[in-house]
């Protein structure tokens, strides 16, 4: 690692970039004031990638670039500013010479080259990066009346620019502002009159207290992780399919709700499978690393996808925990950050053990209700453990059988060797067609039998039918079924479907075997099944239930040559006289997939006899059978040991036959229980190179696992896997994991981080705006001094909701966010914090809010995702691929949960969440842009989960609300935004309200429209027309502004 | 702004057909409907417009564009070692033990003064030979779909870039004060009708503000989401309660000081705009019959590539800056003959359509149209090669791609490919070359269209791209 820099202690300048133009301070500060120059317009050519330097100049450690050039000239020479060809090139006129090159399209002003200047002439000292650099604790200024240690920072800077915060907001305000911002929901009027008729100094307190003890504080806070973690109910790309993440998604509610340590919560998820003895819910947690998109396209290259995969992993732990982009690194050497590809390598190296091969389904764990890709866990609840483990039982008690039965095979076989040589040598015609049929159609088909024997279909019945044969069989017994599927020239493209477009498919087919003597027919079991050739994704075994599948469907692509399937029966059932069989053969496909001409005959012959093509596979065994069996090698004993248990009926082959029965139910029921997809260490690493360009199939040197230099390295002693990185990741010596967590909660409840650009921390970052408080909080995260306790519980470390609780306690949050044009011209970012944050909701808290404040909320933490009103066709309109199709909403419950449990399908996300700035989740993102569009107008105004919201408020306003009009709508305005209306704002919704009462009165059946929207149903006993202008009145209220938005 | 109680005006002249305002400039955020790009224009633009028409699953190219007649001798030959030269092909293919070329069955005839060719599956394009400028040397990276599209609409292959649509948005913002800069507009194909799909991030503004999203026209049910009121309320209804919204938000903004209510107030008036002038712009009743006959009976079908194209023209006289259509079914891995027909016959006609409409009122001279898919297809056949059938593999050495209109220099052939359709052996153009070119066309220098984000510069196309002078007229 070639970038180096002095490791001494930080001083941040004080001062911000807001008020005074660079150049006029008094101190300079390098990684305030000239890094960000250098590092803007210089670095991508005298910076950390060796590759790109040019002239042999590099500016980004003091060492280097002290040195002189491949020009032999000096760029600075520390005190001697005339002498720096640094400062003579910025300046120059000359096109060839000017810096940097007019191509680059930078320019470094007059104020920022004086600044230069200054710099080089007070000795050009350098600092390392500040976020790189472990925080020391910061000396708390100090406390100001009324406020905590956040305000004694923000106050002693307020004082320094000199402004002076705003008072404290109304309670009504304080209230929806605490709740929303830390629940995801408003307050109910329950909650709001606790903490309004609480008139002790420390009812503030016990209200965050309160809240940050409810079940929705967990959901809030996970919506933003789900963010980060990509996680989606579908794997992405372009089939799209349906995945079952949501145990992941409930670990985490828990994670947070439970107040489990940001260290802890970091551990488990990346390493949790590499804890020693780890927990299921500490597997669960892995899920992090799973929630990637898995691509499943037609013709894929495994390898190039198991990288794409790792290389996500990487980034995603670089954005979520460090605030680094270590994407760059990929391809090459990173242009800003001391990081190299190596290094980039090091790190993919912790995360390409997992066992996986990359791509979607490759590890084959199906089941019914599972689109997950192994590794997976299982995840059985209590009584479903029991049955698993007496299915486990069974398969024991099987196999113990099996055991027991196996020596008596030997003697079995020297008891059946005569008379099975003596069946070979009669070689008399395996297959009979019986001559007398009856034959019926279910779809009601015409049927003609031909000269072969075989059947030929037209006529009625094109898309399903059943066929059904009843034979008689003439004297020798019965053993096994042949049916030929048969083209023939009447048939579409000459057979051999009805159908013509895909080939017959046999789902099953049943017998029934009336015995002579016998009075009633009996079922014949099958229990092998060949067929001559099948489609992918069938099985010709279960076209007589042996195994679950879809039957038998005859390849198309052999359509020219007949198919042929044989079904033995598991006993045979000899015979001296006639004996009536009954044959269905059921295709239920659709689409045509029938038989156009079909064969069936049959034979009593001995099962061992019984092959689609007997002569191929009998003559090995007729070599065997002909050498003395005190001569046989071992290999022919062998052979013609399994071949005896498969084809004859013995007491091994039962008892074969019944260990493949009970782990065909272990399997079938441990396929239907619930999984989560999980990370599971290789027994070996999988060997890890640098990637030339980035490219899969361009390995270069071999690397090992580490991290990269410029950050500390891992503890002594610690584990080099996942679990020694997710250690390292959240030690004190780590100098961002802290810094990151607390930018991001200070960009929840501020609006805008400390450093704005919470997204990277690393060179190119924004200079904080307040650096000894982002360092004070991470300091105090990590080791807890002055946090407070929540619910009586001490802060321990990394106590995420006691670090909130801090935030949210300061004077600063609880401020009022009503501005003056001046201070907007003064602050407009609000960064200085001298007034309370104002912005606007995010989409789920939009809908979250509507479905509470109107009663619909169906709460209930966890579970499946649920599927809410759509637009019809938005799965549709450009994807018939998947199993993501048809969106159907839910009734009931579902259309009213919360909506970080609505099913999210990467390629066509829920649009209202689209359109409020929400992330498609196919890749981590860790900031989500604010916008305010028309769009979002139509959504709120006309998306029928909010006009559904605006009746069922409107219902509860006719009934809750009081006697008159203006005391409804009095109640529902503070329903809505905590606070009581003013005498102005209530007459112009009362004028609004009666205009439409009476103009809904003419206008019975638009009223009735209007009431009916949504699943629920309207209250019979208020009037349509009422009911109608109430709806209204409660719509405009959803979408005032101070509703959209938290004040 | 007005003064909200004044709108009761303004009500009556969105009745009688006034309506149309600065529904574009409300799109974008506070009114802000400048582009963000620092010295625009960066050379004088030629295209006000573009009308990308993205042709998805990947056209064959030697079916249509690039004749290879000497193949038909080679027919059923394994394709040559030296030819394929260590080509990775897609698991659908590298397991066949043959490759046997599959010579087109298509005829060619040579078109135009400029006696460009085409195969008979376009006979209406074909008619305008000497408009187009086909490239036959384009190239690129990826061999599968999803990764091949993303990275011709975002220059990259992995997720999270904004599309080029954005790009523009972001950096030229509305031309057109009425609309949205980005409109994308999808089409499923006959020749395949289930495949291949689309994804929200091909239209997604990535990390750029998510204003600059496509914003996609639906093929089905309303045009835009939610564009309707809710039934039971008519216009007038509407009218009342927005006025009713915007006076409480008025009166709370003067209370607050906060200058987003003002931008929301706009905003809710710029949705109430639009839900007049979507409706307006999507109703083709009024077009001559002779004009619906120009883009074949498809036109009548909302959601069909000919009703799309009908509505890009619509698009385009409005001034909409960057008309994105996705005509997806074009991957015939088998059955090509067959479903190449269809695809041609959804789209040739309406193609011709689109360009000779737009030269017919004059905007194909300041109008850059495109036409292609995301990569090529092979020679040889995926699958058996019949007399009259065939299939075809991914193929991302070479393919073609067509350009017509502002700036372009027409009835041109540039670049050529080798016997067999697998490789180039003149001009290559990269995905990356095709994109600065089309910045290039909207005055922009692709260099200088950059994002900061995550503490880079970025921009479509990363660190590469160089104009391809020759196809300039």
């Not at chain 1, 600075?76 to 500013?81: D, H, N, Q, R």
């Not at chain 1, 009159?193 to 940050?212: N, Q």
């Not at chain 1, 009996?522 to 489609?535: D, H, N």
């Not at chain 2, 009024?286 to 909302?302: A, I, Q």
Request: proline share 7%; with cysteine; glycine share 8%.
């Amino acid at each position: 690692m070639s970038f180096c820099f002095p490791l001494k202690p930080l001083t941040f300048a004080v001062g911000l970039t807001l008020a005074a133009p660079l150049g006029s301070r008094a101190d300079i500060s390098f990684n305030k004031d000239i890094r960000p120059l250098l590092s803007e317009n210089c670095f991508s050519c005298h910076g950390p990638d060796p590759a790109k330097v040019k002239a042999g100049l590099r500016l980004d450690s003091r060492e280097a670039a002290l040195k002189a050039a491949k020009s032999g000239e000096f760029a600075i020479v520390p005190g001697k500013p005339e002498d720096s060809q640094l400062l003579r090139r910025i300046a120059s006129k000359d096109s060839d010479e000017v810096m940097p090159p007019p191509k680059e399209h930078k320019t470094i002003t007059k104020d920022q080259a004086a600044l230069l200047t200054r710099w080089i002439s007070e000795g050009a000292p350098y600092e390392g990066h500040w976020a790189f650099l472990p925080p020391s604790r910061s000396k708390v200024p100090a406390l100001p009346l009324g406020g905590n240690p956040v305000d004694a920072f923000l106050q002693e800077r307020l004082k320094k620019e000199g402004l002076a915060p705003t008072p404290r907001a109304p309670k009504e305000t304080l209230a929806r502002r605490v709740y929303l911002d830390l629940t995801g929901l408003p307050p109910t009027s329950g909650q709001l009159r606790a903490y309004l008729e609480d008139a002790d100094p420390a009812a503030y307190e016990r209200m965050v207290d309160r809240v940050l003890s409810s079940a929705a504080y967990g959901e809030h806070m996970a919506i933003q992780w789900l963010d980060f973690a990509r996680y989606a109910d579908s794997h992405g790309f372009q089939s799209d399919y349906s995945r079952q993440q949501w145990p992941w998604r409930d670990w985490t509610i828990a994670a947070f709700n439970k107040n489990m340590p940001f260290d802890q919560f970091t551990i488990e998820q990346i390493a949790g499978d590499l804890l020693p003895n780890p927990s299921r819910e500490q597997l669960v947690a892995t899920g992090f690393h799973r929630n990637h998109r898995l691509n499943g396209e037609g013709g894929l290259i495994a390898e190039e996808w198991f990288i794409e995969n790792v290389i996500d992993r990487v980034e995603t732990t670089g954005s979520t925990w460090l605030g680094l982009t270590f994407n760059c690194c990929r391809c090459h050497d990173h242009k800003y950050d001391p990081m190299t590809q190596k290094e980039f390598y090091q790190m993919f190296a912790f995360f390409n053990s997992n066992e996986e091969t990359g791509i979607l389904g490759g590890g084959g764990a199906g089941g019914a209700r599972s689109g997950n890709t192994d590794p997976i866990l299982r995840l059985p609840d209590e009584t479903q453990q029991k049955r698993l483990d007496a299915l486990s039982s069974e398969i024991a008690a099987a196999e113990n059988a099996l055991k027991k039965e196996s020596p008596g095979t030997v003697a079995a076989m020297a008891e059946w060797e005569p008379a099975f040589k003596a069946q070979l040598a009669e070689n008399t015609e395996l297959w009979i067609v019986p001559e007398t049929a009856t034959v019926s159609s279910k779809a009601g088909a015409t049927i003609e039998r031909l000269a072969d024997g075989s059947f030929l279909l037209s006529g009625k019945g094109t898309d399903k039918d059943t066929l059904t044969l009843e034979f008689v069989l003439p004297q020798g017994g019965f053993s096994s079924l042949r049916v030929d599927s048969l083209n023939d020239p009447s048939l579409p493209g000459n057979g051999p479907a009805r159908g013509g477009k895909t080939g017959p498919i046999l789902s099953a087919l049943e017998a029934e075997i009336l015995l002579p003597e016998a009075k009633a027919a009996k079922k014949v079991p099958f229990y092998r099944a060949e067929a001559s050739s099948i489609g992918t994704g069938f099985s010709i075994k279960s076209t007589v239930a042996l195994e679950t599948g879809k039957g038998w469907a005859v390849e198309t692509a052999k359509a020219g040559a007949p198919a042929s399937a044989v079904f033995v029966a598991h006993t045979p059932f000899p015979s001296d006289g006639p004996l009536h069989l009954k044959v269905h053969l059921r295709q239920d496909n659709g689409g045509g997939a029938i038989f156009g001409r079909v064969k069936v005959s049959f034979t009593g012959q001995a099962p061992a006899l019984v092959h689609l093509t007997p002569d191929k596979t009998l003559a090995p065994i007729r070599t065997i059978l002909a050498v003395d069996p005190a001569k046989r090698a071992a290999a022919q004993q062998a052979a013609l040991r399994s071949f005896f248990v498969a084809h004859t009926d013995n007491m091994e082959r039962r008892a074969t036959e019944s260990l493949q029965v009970a782990r065909d139910a272990h399997k079938k029921f441990e396929e239907s229980l619930q999984s989560v997809m999980v990370m599971k260490e290789r027994a070996q690493p999988k060997e890890a190179f640098i990637l030339k360009r980035g490219e899969y199939d361009k390995p270069g040197d071999a690397v090992g696992r580490g991290v990269p230099a410029s950050l500390p390295p891992l503890a002594q002693g610690a584990p080099l896997n996942r679990l020694g990185l997710a250690q390292w990741l959240v030690s004190d010596q780590n100098p961002l994991t802290a810094r990151v967590w607390v930018n991001r909660a200070w960009e929840r409840l501020f609006g805008v981080g400390i450093v704005k650009t919470t997204e990277n921390l690393g060179v190119q970052a924004e200079w904080p705006a307040h650096p000894e408080l982002l360092d004070w909080l991470a300091v105090e995260f990590m080791h807890p001094t002055l946090l407070p306790s929540v619910n009586s519980l001490p802060a321990q470390r990394w106590d995420m909701k006691a670090l909130q609780k801090l935030l949210v306690m300061s004077a600063a949050y609880q401020q009022s966010s009503k501005v003056t044009p001046a201070l907007l011209e003064r602050d407009p970012d609000n960064r200085l914090l001298a007034r309370g944050p104002r912005f606007r909701l995010s989409g789920e808290l939009l809908r979250d809010q509507a479905l509470a404040v109107s009663g619909l909320l169906a709460n209930k933490v966890g579970g499946p995702s649920v599927r809410p009103y759509m637009p019809e066709g938005v799965w549709d309109e450009t994807s018939r691929y998947g199993d993501l199709r048809g969106y159907k909403p839910d009734a009931g419950e579902g259309l009213y949960r919360r909506s970080l449990y609505t099913i999210w399908k990467r390629t066509a996300a829920p649009p209202s969440m689209l359109l409020f700035d929400a992330p498609t989740r196919e890749i981590c993102a860790v900031k989500r842009s604010r916008t305010n569009t028309p769009l979002q107008a139509l959504s709120l105004l006309n998306e029928v989960t909010y006009v559904e919201a605006a009746r069922v408020l409107a219902e509860r306003m006719v009934r809750e609300g009081g006697a008159t009009p203006a005391d409804r709508i009095r109640w529902a305005f503070q329903q809505v935004t905590c606070r009581a209306p003013q005498a102005t704002e209530v007459g112009v919704l009362e004028k609004g309200l009666n205009a439409r009462l009476n103009r809904y009165k003419t206008l019975h059946n638009s009223a009735k429209d209007l009431a009916s929207q949504g699943a629920s149903k309207p209250d019979a006993a208020i009037e349509a027309a009422e009911l109608a202008a109430y709806t209204l009145t409660a719509n405009i209220l959803l979408n005032l502004d101070e509703v959209i938005t938290r004040e | 702004m007005p003064a909200p109680l004044a709108r009761r005006t303004f009500l009556k002249q969105t009745a009688t057909g006034i309506g149309l305002t600065a529904l574009g400039e409300l799109l974008q955020t506070s009114g802000h409907a400048a582009g963000e790009i620092a010295g625009f224009p960066h050379v004088t633009p030629k295209a006000k417009r573009i009308i990308y028409l993205f042709q998805s699953g990947a056209p064959s190219q030697m079916d249509l564009f690039d004749p290879k007649p000497q193949m038909q001798d080679k027919r059923g030959e394994d394709l040559p070692q030296s030819i394929r030269n260590g080509q990775r092909l897609t698991g659908m293919t590298s397991g066949q033990k043959t490759f046997p070329v599959a010579p087109s069955i298509f005829e060619f005839a040579q078109h135009g003064r400029s006696g460009m060719h085409f195969s008979k599956l376009m006979p209406h394009m074909s008619k305008l030979a000497d408009e187009w400028c086909m490239i036959r040397s384009m190239h690129t990276e990826a061999i599968n779909h999803d990764p091949a599209i993303t990275f011709f609409q975002t220059g990259s292959q992995l997720a999270g870039r904004p599309s080029m649509g954005s790009w523009v948005s972001y950096g030229l913002g509305s031309e057109n004060k009425d609309l949205p800069a980005f409109v994308v507009l999808t089409s499923f194909g006959s020749g395949r009708p289930d495949d291949q799909p689309l994804y929200d991030r091909l239209w997604s503004a990535g990390f750029l503000p998510s204003k600059h999203q496509g914003v996609k026209f639906r093929n089905s049910g309303e045009p835009v989401l939610y564009l309707s009121n809710p039934a039971g309320v008519d216009r007038e209804t509407r009218r009342e309660t927005l006025d009713e919204l915007a006076t409480l938000n008025q009166s709370h903004f003067q209370a607050i000081g906060d200058p987003e209510i003002q931008a929301r107030i706009a905003q809710y008036e710029m949705a109430f705009r639009m839900q007049a002038s979507v409706p307006e712009l999507t109703d083709v009743s009024n077009e001559p019959e002779s004009v619906l006959e120009m883009y074949g009976p498809d036109v009548k079908r909302t959601g069909s590539y000919a009703s799309n194209c009908l509505l890009a023209r619509r698009l385009a006289e409005r001034d909409v800056r960057f008309i994105q259509l996705y005509h997806m079914g074009w991957d015939h891995h088998g059955g090509l003959p067959k479903a190449l027909a269809g695809q041609c016959k959804d789209t040739d006609q309406p193609t011709w359509a689109l360009l000779t409409d737009l030269k017919q009122r004059g905007l194909l001279d300041d109008t850059l149209i495109v036409w292609g898919g995301e990569f090529g297809r092979t020679i040889y056949s995926q699958g058996t090669l019949t007399a009259d059938n065939y299939g075809r593999d991914h193929h991302p050495r070479c393919f073609t791609t067509l350009l017509a209109g502002a700036g372009i220099k027409k009835g041109f052939v540039y670049g050529a490919t080798d016997d067999y359709c697998y490789n180039i052996t003149e001009n290559p153009v990269h995905v990356h070359d095709l994109n600065a070119t089309i910045l290039h066309l909207m005055g922009v220098d692709h260099t200088r269209l950059t994002y900061k984000f995550q503490g880079r510069n970025f921009r479509l196309t990363d660190v590469h791209g160089d104009l391809v002078q020759a196809v300039l007229a």
